[in-house]
């Protein structure tokens, strides 16, 4: 059974940085390309960022480019979201996915919150 843990949310202020790890157990981490998306109070999950199972291929929605970094470490199972010059409107629920196929996302992990102030 393949399980994705996520941590690394928290309460910042604004203009600070927060990094997520998400760990993956159960499967064969290099077969998944790896997601992070987002969910507002009230607002449907939306995508923020993507890795793909090299590591070498990252994507972002255009509201994160220049803010948030997606990385991985394969030898440790691990995909990071670091972000930074966090804003208010940042703040959700962030979930980590694991992805087999294109345009979808086959596993998810619990959700971490996190909580931008002004």
């Known amino acids: 059974q393949v399980q994705l843990v996520e941590s690394g949310g928290g309460t910042v202020q604004a203009g600070g940085s927060l990094r997520l790890s998400c760990t993956v157990s159960?499967?064969?981490?290099?077969?998944?390309?790896m997601g992070w998306l987002r969910q507002a109070p009230g607002k449907e999950r939306k995508f923020v960022a993507s890795i793909n199972r090299s590591g070498r291929g990252t994507a972002y929605t255009d509201s994160v480019k220049g803010r948030f970094t997606v990385s991985r470490d394969n030898a440790k199972n691990t995909v990071y979201l670091q972000m930074s010059s966090l804003k208010p409107e940042d703040t959700a629920v962030y979930y980590c996915a694991a992805s087999l196929t294109v345009n979808s996302y086959d596993y998810w992990g619990q959700g971490t919150q996190v909580t931008v102030s002004s």
């Open positions: 159960g499967g064969t981490f290099t077969s998944y390309a």
